[in-house]
């Protein structure tokens, strides 16, 4: 007999097993083993009935919650079942913040162990903490599963209450959320306040100037005062009129101004009038918390929250880093020795701060974990020494030199300002000193080099002192135009959501995410911009439950969940209160429902005259009258309110009322080529639609492409798409190009399965030739969606004796596996990927084959039989099912 640890996944599995006693059995739970129903298809049929049982809470009993098991984790259920059944003692591993209590209580309430079961928590997965842990165990924290069930609770109640709300008013399949719904209405605020924004121009000088004794060190110099008063910048604008704020004085040049100015002094003498030298002292950054971490891994790697948290999941499991879902930046004694070390070892002893960094965490609700996110161990291994690579090597060097630098001196810099007067125009020169980099020579906030870093970062100005008269090499004058707010990028919202108290950061990830499949919000670049529907679903709620999206009454609501973790207040009232007291949220929807009225509602307005932009089943849409008609046309779904102008609006409206511009005669058909625009966006179509030619041969422009650029002979070539470019060397296949939904690409139409590659910059669809093509074909798959066949595999084991395709090893986000067509299956515990034989690949793949109603039985008489077949069948399942393991966050 043995003790069973159950913890998420599978790579955690592995990675925890190396560092537990022999007979200790280690099983993944693959994330939450049972949760409210998701679909009415899961709810019981004892209370399918029941008008509670759409919400899976029932209200009308102190908020009981409906819990059930999906489909896809009944297996594992089973299995873990099974495994408790030859077990002597249960360990619940799970992760230690909210969310891994809260699954270490589902598995006990669902399990109901008979032997004795504890909890065991560890921040970090290595040899010292696992051991810590296992002298350290507990009982699971009630406290902490109810202040967690009461949020998932919370979230189901305003999701499932005013998600339908939106369905009936507004479009099918819009979704409503506790923290998704307040992260949507920033976006909308900030670009409301970008359509109000009004530009504002103004005008300054900018003067290259050098020393009289070294015409060769020039430097800059810019006028910032005109007699004695502060010349007008950016920052004195109004943004709502673009005109110098009431009350500021300032003077603001125009054009002609400025070149009179520039007219007047460009001959004079210039004179150094002052000398400013002011010593600055830099202190490095905290370490990473959970939401730090996404900021600047968004800012400087460019991977968005998504993202950042899977990568960082990986890591963690895998032994590399502490646990990434932490609100603290707390650094253990162990962290600040290895720290240290690191520091002494690679920079020198002059580089370490004199004392240990030590940070503590303000808020009060900063309980997710107890350390900031680091390298793991009592020493910490560089960058180089990991054997990572891509994202996972890019994520660890920003945690690496994050948490060293913390520990690093200060930088010492010194700020140089020059003022310079030629007649009644005053300029200045800003310059910086380093006199020592101190943490800077190992990290820089947004920079990738921090050597190149530190030396944009010095500015040296020339030895000048008062009284000295610099040459003036060139003058020139500089206009200026004030910008609109920025938008937010994954980043700035981030840290508006953390500093506001909205939600949790360990959930952004999630939330963010939703908004963009949710086609609130579309990912321009680094920028979230969102989009029509975004604007009627806040309109909506600002009107009638401004309450539920005010960012303080979210943060209030965090507050009191993190009072019930602490058993400062109770679950059962608060949720009473929220949803079925006098402004509860289901009295209120009950009351306002029929005040609102749905054409309103699913019309957005942008102050744009004589049409209404509105919400449909396809998306949105414009309508103006035409005469005694109502005309409508669609809005490209790649057209956000941002850049819908009156310009456009004609430009759709004219499509339908007039009919679509003609780009010229194709030469072969002699039919018009007509341009149109469409829901995704402009196209190109041989021929007008009719009865005899109801589905007319369409194009899409690629992107980047404006329709008025378009000529006959590109637009001949779109239409011909795909282009046959030849037959493949290898496999007499025929190798083609095309447009997609996501660009351009080539494919391979493999006998077996089609091979695509995108087309890069420079490569043009109308123009590819068939070598390129091949050239493309033959480099490795990279990006989302690329999957094992494109992968080089670590071994090949041979065919397999009935189908005859080939069996091969290859290396997964979750470890090392067998792959024979689409079934995929992991290696055993003492298999290596040397080790492994094509006879025993066989013998684990026909154990992942489907098997018949009658084989349950037999299933079971192998199991009793043998302890090892079951072990080795349950670790084989829990790995094929990994891509399953991401532990679920709530859904906000």
């Given at each position: 007999?043995?003790t069973?640890?159950?913890?998420?996944?599978?790579?955690?599995?592995?990675?925890?097993?190396?560092?537990?006693?022999?007979?200790?059995r280690?099983e993944a739970?693959?994330?939450h083993?049972?949760?409210?129903?998701?679909s009415?298809?899961?709810?019981p049929?004892?209370v399918?009935?029941e008008?509670?049982?759409?919400?899976?809470?029932?209200?009308?009993?102190n908020?009981?919650?409906?819990?059930?098991?999906?489909?896809?984790?009944?297996q594992?259920v089973?299995?873990?079942?099974?495994?408790?059944?030859?077990?002597?003692?249960?360990?619940?591993?799970?992760?230690?913040d909210?969310?891994?209590e809260?699954?270490?209580?589902?598995?006990f309430?669902?399990?109901?162990?008979?032997?004795?079961?504890k909890r065991?928590?560890?921040?970090?997965?290595?040899?010292?903490?696992?051991?810590k842990?296992?002298?350290n165990?507990?009982?699971?924290d009630?406290?902490?599963?109810?202040?967690?069930?009461?949020?998932?609770?919370?979230?189901?109640?305003?999701?499932?209450?005013?998600?339908?709300l939106?369905?009936?008013?507004?479009?099918?399949?819009?979704?409503?959320?506790?923290?998704?719904?307040?992260a949507?209405?920033?976006?909308?605020q900030?670009?409301?306040e970008?359509?109000?924004?009004?530009?504002g121009?103004?005008?300054?000088?900018?003067?290259i100037?050098?020393?009289a004794?070294?015409k060769?060190?020039s430097?800059?110099?810019v006028l910032?005062?005109?007699?004695g008063?502060?010349?007008a910048?950016?920052?004195?604008f109004?943004?709502?009129t673009?005109?110098i704020?009431?009350g500021?004085?300032?003077?603001?040049?125009n054009?002609?101004?400025?070149?009179?100015?520039?007219?007047?002094?460009?001959d004079?003498?210039?004179?150094?009038a002052?000398?400013e030298?002011?010593?600055v002292?830099r202190?490095?950054?905290?370490?990473?918390?959970?939401?730090?971490?996404?900021?600047?891994s968004?800012?400087?790697l460019?991977l968005?929250?998504?993202?950042?948290?899977?990568?960082?999941?990986?890591?963690?499991?895998?032994?590399y880093?502490t646990?990434m879902?932490?609100?603290?930046?707390y650094?253990?004694?162990q962290?600040l020795?290895?720290?240290r070390?690191c520091?002494?070892?690679?920079?020198?002893?002059e580089?370490?701060?004199p004392q240990?960094?030590?940070y503590?965490?303000?808020?009060?609700?900063?309980?997710?974990?107890?350390?900031?996110?680091r390298?793991?161990?009592?020493?910490f291994r560089?960058?180089?020494?990991?054997?990572?690579?891509g994202r996972?090597?890019?994520l660890y060097?920003?945690?690496?030199?994050?948490?060293?630098?913390?520990?690093m001196?200060?930088?010492?810099q010194?700020?140089?300002t020059?003022?310079?007067?030629?007649?009644?125009?005053?300029?200045?020169?800003s310059g910086?000193r380093?006199d020592?980099?101190?943490f800077l020579?190992?990290?820089?906030?947004?920079?990738?080099?921090?050597?190149?870093?530190l030396?944009?970062?010095?500015v040296i100005?020339?030895?000048?002192k008062v009284?000295?008269?610099?040459?003036?090499?060139?003058?020139?004058?500089?206009g200026?135009?004030?910008?609109?707010?920025?938008?937010y990028?994954?980043?700035?919202l981030v840290?508006?959501?953390?500093?506001?108290?909205?939600?949790?950061?360990?959930?952004?990830?999630s939330i963010?995410?939703?908004?963009i499949?949710?086609?609130?919000?579309?990912?321009?670049?680094?920028?979230?911009?969102p989009?029509f529907?975004?604007?009627?679903?806040t309109?909506l709620?600002?009107?009638?439950?401004?309450?539920?999206?005010?960012p303080s009454?979210?943060?209030?609501?965090?507050?009191?969940l993190?009072?019930?973790s602490?058993?400062?207040?109770?679950?059962?009232?608060y949720?009473?209160k929220?949803?079925?007291?006098e402004?509860?949220?289901?009295?209120l929807?009950k009351?306002?429902?029929?005040?609102?009225?749905?054409n309103?509602?699913?019309?957005?307005?942008?102050?744009?005259p004589?049409?209404?932009?509105?919400?449909g089943?396809?998306g949105?849409y414009?309508e103006a009258?035409?005469?005694?008609d109502?005309?409508?046309?669609?809005?490209?779904?790649?057209?956000?309110p941002?850049?819908l102008?009156?310009?456009?609006?004609?430009?759709?409206?004219?499509?339908?009322?007039?009919?679509?511009?003609q780009?010229?005669?194709?030469?072969?058909?002699?039919?018009?080529?007509?341009?149109?625009i469409?829901?995704?966006?402009?196209?190109?179509?041989?021929?007008?639609?009719?009865?005899?030619?109801p589905?007319?041969?369409?194009?899409?422009?690629p992107?980047?492409?404006?329709?008025?650029?378009?000529?006959?002979?590109?637009?001949?070539?779109l239409?011909?798409?795909?282009?046959?470019?030849?037959?493949?060397?290898?496999t007499?296949?025929?190798?083609q190009?095309?447009l997609g939904?996501?660009?351009?690409?080539?494919?391979?139409?493999?006998?077996?399965?089609k091979?695509?590659?995108s087309?890069?910059?420079?490569?043009?669809?109308?123009?590819i030739?068939?070598?390129?093509?091949?050239?493309?074909?033959?480099?490795p798959?990279?990006?989302?969606?690329?999957?094992?066949?494109s992968?080089?595999?670590?071994?090949?084991l041979?065919?397999?004796?009935d189908?005859?395709e080939?069996i091969n090893?290859?290396?997964?986000?979750?470890?090392?596996?067998?792959k024979?067509?689409?079934?995929?299956?992991g290696?055993?515990?003492?298999e290596?990927?040397?080790?492994i034989?094509?006879e025993?690949?066989?013998?684990?793949?026909?154990?992942?084959?489907?098997?018949?109603k009658?084989?349950?039985?037999?299933?079971?008489?192998?199991?009793?039989?043998?302890k090892?077949?079951t072990?080795t069948?349950?670790?084989?399942?829990s790995?094929t099912?990994?891509?399953?393991?991401?532990?679920k966050?709530?859904?906000?």
């Amino acid at each position: 007999m043995s003790t069973l640890v159950i913890v998420e996944s599978p790579t955690k599995a592995k990675t925890i097993r190396n560092y537990l006693p022999s007979d200790y059995r280690v099983e993944a739970s693959m994330g939450h083993v049972r949760d409210l129903p998701q679909s009415a298809s899961e709810i019981p049929a004892a209370v399918k009935g029941e008008e509670w049982a759409k919400l899976g809470v029932n209200v009308e009993s102190n908020f009981e919650p409906l819990y059930v098991v999906p489909k896809t984790k009944k297996q594992v259920v089973t299995q873990l079942k099974q495994a408790l059944k030859e077990a002597t003692e249960l360990i619940l591993a799970t992760d230690e913040d909210r969310e891994g209590e809260s699954i270490s209580w589902h598995l006990f309430q669902l399990l109901k162990p008979k032997v004795p079961t504890k909890r065991m928590v560890f921040h970090e997965i290595t040899s010292e903490a696992i051991k810590k842990a296992l002298k350290n165990t507990r009982d699971v924290d009630e406290q902490v599963v109810r202040a967690q069930e009461t949020r998932r609770i919370l979230d189901r109640l305003v999701g499932y209450t005013l998600s339908p709300l939106l369905w009936k008013k507004i479009a099918w399949g819009l979704s409503a959320g506790r923290v998704q719904s307040v992260a949507v209405r920033l976006l909308v605020q900030r670009e409301r306040e970008r359509r109000a924004f009004n530009q504002g121009s103004y005008w300054d000088l900018k003067a290259i100037l050098n020393p009289a004794s070294n015409k060769e060190q020039s430097f800059s110099s810019v006028l910032v005062t005109l007699g004695g008063t502060k010349l007008a910048t950016g920052s004195d604008f109004d943004a709502a009129t673009g005109q110098i704020t009431a009350g500021r004085k300032v003077v603001l040049l125009n054009e002609e101004e400025a070149e009179a100015l520039k007219a007047r002094i460009v001959d004079k003498t210039w004179e150094v009038a002052n000398l400013e030298e002011r010593p600055v002292t830099r202190k490095p950054a905290p370490p990473f918390t959970t939401s730090t971490l996404q900021q600047e891994s968004n800012r400087k790697l460019r991977l968005s929250a998504r993202d950042t948290m899977r990568v960082a999941q990986n890591l963690y499991e895998q032994g590399y880093i502490t646990y990434m879902r932490t609100d603290s930046v707390y650094l253990s004694e162990q962290a600040l020795t290895a720290s240290r070390e690191c520091v002494e070892k690679l920079y020198g002893k002059e580089f370490l701060s004199p004392q240990p960094r030590k940070y503590t965490t303000k808020s009060k609700s900063a309980q997710e974990a107890h350390e900031a996110i680091r390298p793991a161990g009592s020493s910490f291994r560089t960058p180089q020494e990991t054997g990572l690579s891509g994202r996972e090597l890019q994520l660890y060097d920003l945690i690496w030199k994050r948490t060293v630098a913390s520990q690093m001196a200060d930088a010492r810099q010194t700020q140089i300002t020059m003022h310079l007067q030629v007649e009644d125009a005053g300029f200045r020169s800003s310059g910086k000193r380093i006199d020592f980099p101190g943490f800077l020579r190992a990290y820089v906030e947004g920079s990738d080099d921090p050597e190149a870093a530190l030396e944009d970062k010095e500015v040296i100005l020339p030895n000048l002192k008062v009284g000295d008269n610099p040459n003036c090499q060139q003058l020139e004058t500089v206009g200026h135009e004030t910008q609109p707010p920025a938008r937010y990028t994954e980043a700035t919202l981030v840290k508006t959501l953390e500093s506001e108290g909205i939600g949790r950061p360990s959930t952004y990830a999630s939330i963010i995410g939703t908004i963009i499949d949710k086609g609130y919000a579309q990912l321009t670049g680094n920028a979230l911009i969102p989009t029509f529907t975004a604007f009627a679903v806040t309109n909506l709620l600002e009107t009638h439950f401004s309450e539920i999206i005010d960012p303080s009454f979210t943060s209030k609501m965090e507050q009191t969940l993190d009072d019930i973790s602490r058993g400062e207040a109770e679950w059962l009232p608060y949720l009473q209160k929220f949803y079925l007291g006098e402004q509860g949220l289901d009295t209120l929807v009950k009351q306002r429902e029929s005040q609102i009225d749905i054409n309103t509602s699913r019309t957005v307005d942008l102050n744009i005259p004589n049409v209404k932009i509105r919400i449909g089943k396809f998306g949105a849409y414009l309508e103006a009258e035409n005469g005694d008609d109502i005309v409508t046309a669609s809005i490209p779904r790649d057209l956000t309110p941002a850049d819908l102008d009156p310009a456009k609006v004609e430009k759709l409206l004219k499509q339908k009322t007039e009919g679509p511009d003609q780009v010229g005669i194709h030469p072969e058909t002699a039919q018009p080529i007509f341009m149109l625009i469409g829901p995704y966006g402009p196209y190109v179509q041989l021929g007008e639609k009719s009865e005899e030619n109801p589905k007319p041969k369409q194009a899409s422009l690629p992107k980047k492409v404006d329709p008025e650029n378009v000529t006959v002979e590109m637009a001949v070539g779109l239409l011909a798409l795909p282009r046959k470019l030849g037959e493949h060397p290898e496999t007499g296949a025929s190798i083609q190009a095309n447009l997609g939904r996501f660009g351009p690409y080539v494919v391979h139409n493999a006998k077996d399965a089609k091979d695509y590659r995108s087309l890069k910059a420079g490569d043009d669809v109308l123009t590819i030739t068939f070598a390129r093509a091949l050239e493309l074909l033959s480099e490795p798959k990279k990006g989302r969606g690329s999957r094992s066949k494109s992968k080089k595999p670590l071994r090949e084991l041979g065919s397999h004796p009935d189908t005859e395709e080939p069996i091969n090893v290859y290396e997964g986000p979750y470890g090392v596996y067998i792959k024979h067509g689409k079934t995929n299956v992991g290696i055993p515990e003492g298999e290596t990927v040397e080790s492994i034989t094509l006879e025993k690949a066989l013998e684990l793949l026909a154990s992942k084959a489907p098997k018949g109603k009658s084989t349950r039985k037999t299933t079971k008489a192998k199991t009793s039989g043998t302890k090892k077949s079951t072990t080795t069948k349950a670790k084989t399942n829990s790995k094929t099912t990994s891509t399953k393991s991401k532990k679920k966050t709530e859904t906000s």
